[in-house]
């Protein structure tokens, strides 16, 4: 394998690993890696690097290839490998398959890191630029879910022409070149045993497979134009920050009339009282009295949905977390919800009185006597 790429030591696990070790070797760097989570330049570059040898890797004959010859062929390497990826993806909140790398890493786009036609929409039939649109989460939201409409700026099927192109009461005509199918096929002989055919957009038509001889005013034949549309959106709760949703077809439309889909990235932001923490969990910060904790007593503590009482049992020490049940967020794709877990701070006065001062001494010799 000098040269090529060695795909067990980019994914960190041994030749004979299992399906569930390369699978769980995988998932972890995706997450490390993925270009929505990991800003930095390279990150997508991995991204890619890490996908390949998870496409090769989890797949019998493909693996079996790359064992005995030491590479696949380029064209091979994500072709069928759909579901062994969207499970992973899916579990992460990334969407599927064919959304993350076509958003991310240019598939199913001539020249894209899987060439022309991994997903089957060959001879110029593409789909639409996907939209990416950020929405913003409070812990409540996370909490109860979210509803909201929203109007999204796209390119979309064009109303006067109902997308046909053509000019209201007028028809486009069947291309005769590719005999409507937008695609023609030119065939390539390397020599008397083997020979080529490959499938491209047809050159008259531009892919349409049909000729417009007169043109829509509004959208000049494209059969796209400019629109706002507006969508309500439902996000569950529990989820988690980075996280994204996918509507299917409501992305901007292509020249071959594809629609691509909406993305939306979802950004939950930072509490000023609590800190979020994995399985659902919060963090809150309690500042109490020396007496609080020597004593015991019960103080009002917030929690995401009102303030409640939290018992402080006598003697607690600093530092200290206590839980209180059940009073997290909700665990996204799981039942139940996380604890509210409450770190006991303790409060040392800055002034103190002299009589204050005195019965501090006071107690701190009847301490050490004691």
Do not use: W
């Not at 409540?140 to 109902?162: F, H, M, Q, T």
């Not at 028809?171 to 030119?186: H, M």
């Not at 993305?263 to 969990?281: A, S």
């Not at 996204?332 to 996380?338: A, F, I, M, T, V």
């Amino acid at each position: 394998m000098s040269g090529k790429p060695n795909y067990y030591e980019i994914l960190g696990v041994q030749k004979g690993a299992g399906k569930e070790e390369i699978k769980n070797a995988y998932r972890k760097l995706a997450l490390q890696y993925h270009p929505d989570r990991n800003k930095d330049k390279s990150a997508e570059e991995k991204f890619k690097e890490i996908s390949e040898a998870y496409a090769v890797l989890s797949d019998d004959e493909k693996r079996k290839r790359y064992d005995t010859y030491g590479h696949v062929g380029p064209e091979e390497v994500f072709r069928g490998s759909e579901a062994n990826f969207d499970e992973i993806f899916r579990d992460m909140g990334f969407g599927g398959f064919r959304d993350i790398f076509e958003q991310f890493l240019g598939g199913g786009r001539r020249g894209g890191f899987f060439g022309d036609d991994l997903f089957g929409i060959g001879g110029g039939r593409r789909k639409g630029r996907d939209i990416v649109y950020d929405m913003e989460l409070t812990l409540e939201d996370v909490l109860k879910g979210k509803k909201e409409e929203v109007e999204v700026p796209r390119i979309g099927r064009c109303d006067a022409c109902s997308g046909t192109g053509a000019a209201p009461g007028t028809k486009a005509r069947r291309c005769t070149v590719c005999d409507g199918q937008g695609q023609t096929k030119r065939v390539y002989t390397q020599n008397r045993f083997s020979t080529f055919v490959t499938m491209e957009p047809c050159r008259t038509c531009q892919g349409r497979g049909q000729i417009i001889e007169r043109p829509c005013g509004n959208c000049r034949g494209t059969g796209r134009a400019k629109q706002v549309k507006k969508l309500r959106l439902e996000i569950p709760p529990g989820v988690q920050d980075g996280m994204a949703l996918q509507l299917r077809g409501e992305g901007e439309m292509s020249d071959s009339g594809i629609p691509g889909d909406l993305v939306v990235r979802l950004r939950v932001k930072p509490d000023p009282k609590f800190e979020r923490l994995e399985d659902g969990h919060l963090l809150y910060n309690l500042d109490a009295k020396f007496t609080d904790l020597a004593l015991g007593t019960e103080l009002r503590v917030p929690t995401i949905e009102g303030t409640e009482k939290l018992k402080i049992p006598q003697g607690t020490a600093a530092n200290a977390i206590l839980k209180m049940k059940g009073r997290g967020l909700p665990r996204y794709g799981s039942s139940g919800r996380g604890d509210l877990l409450v770190k006991i701070n303790v409060k040392v006065p800055s002034r103190l009185s002299e009589r204050q001062k005195s019965l501090l001494k006071e107690l701190d010799r009847e301490l050490d006597e004691g």
